[in-house]
């Protein structure tokens, strides 16, 4: 087990890292509240190295302030993103709410002939099965959500007794954005198609683009790290990849804005509309701005490096 360390002791450690503090009672008062965990573990990868007797040092001249200038904008970052995810969240379960109620009815949400099951004639049985799986595991999870939020919930408990069901309009607004992507996901191809059209895209681009959306979006709910983050399911290639001429690998695949932050504004260049989305890029530019006064032993582009943005990134606002 790792010996307890008062807040001393942290203090010392990092001074004799190298780790320069000049108000060392504001130091303990941020360690105090946010956790040195959080705030040190968290973000001073950019500011270390690690020296011939492979101990961790920081680099000459990283101050305490510096590293919590960073972990500042992470968490301004994190507001940021979660906000305008939750513009799209709610856009998408709007139109899930209406579209798949058209086809199979307000309450039949739990019928698996609903979803987008295989035919046993066109596929090889190993396909029909997982397809199978996944469906009963959706079904199994919203009649766990209704039980759930049937006791939680005052407005789901209201229609469970007043009508004997909840419709899909109702108990979309409570289900997780995970879940809701899950749905979609199954839905009939047809009924995805009609949703992905809100937007002008293809159905599989909108299912590539809210499974990543829902993996930043729970980052951010759980007050995660998140400006270094990666997904490890990534977006479709769009026109912004090309037209940004993002550099690709040796397999022909982009190497940024497919599953990091700058992903997440690629999809939202795509999703919301465009007084939203240039609302959200001038907070985030806005935030980027003022870190970069605060550096001093590290570039903005390492920050820009580690959030997956190209250095012409911005130009995506005219785009």
């Not at 919301?272 to 980027?288: A, D, Q, V, Y």
């Amino acid at each position: 087990m790792h010996n307890y360390k008062t807040f001393d002791d942290q203090i010392n450690i990092l001074q004799e890292r190298g780790l320069i503090i000049n108000d060392i009672d504001h130091a303990k008062e941020i360690l105090e509240i946010h956790n040195y965990y959080n705030v040190i573990n968290g973000y001073k990868d950019l500011f270390c190295y690690t020296d011939e007797n492979k101990n961790e040092k920081f680099i000459k001249g990283t101050t305490f302030n510096e590293i919590y200038s960073l972990y500042e904008f992470d968490r301004e970052l994190r507001a940021i993103i979660f906000k305008y995810t939750l513009q799209i969240e709610n856009t998408l379960r709007t139109l899930v709410s209406h579209v798949f109620p058209k086809y199979h009815g307000v309450e039949n949400y739990l019928r698996y002939s609903n979803f987008d099951f295989i035919d046993y004639k066109s596929a090889s049985k190993k396909k029909i099965n997982e397809r199978a799986k996944h469906i009963n595991e959706l079904i199994s999870n919203m009649q766990m959500d209704l039980a759930r939020y049937t006791i939680k919930k005052d407005y789901i408990n209201h229609y469970v007794v007043k009508e004997g069901y909840v419709p899909l309009w109702v108990l979309v607004n409570a289900i997780s954005f995970s879940r809701l992507s899950t749905f979609y996901n199954l839905m009939k191809q047809k009924e995805r198609i009609e949703v992905s059209q809100h937007w002008g895209i293809q159905e599989t681009d909108l299912i590539s683009y809210i499974e990543v959306l829902a993996f930043f979006r729970n980052i951010c709910a759980h007050d995660d790290r998140l400006y270094n983050t990666k997904c490890k399911k990534q977006i479709s290639d769009t026109n912004y990849h090309s037209l940004l001429t993002i550099q690709k690998n040796t397999k022909n695949q982009y190497i940024k804005g497919k599953n990091d932050i700058f992903s997440i504004i690629i999809v939202s260049k795509i999703l919301l509309p465009s007084k939203e989305f240039n609302t959200m890029f001038n907070k985030i530019s806005g935030r980027l701005s003022s870190l970069s006064k605060k550096l001093n032993v590290i570039t903005l582009e390492k920050v820009y490096e580690q959030m997956g943005l190209s250095e012409n990134w911005y130009l995506i606002k005219k785009i």
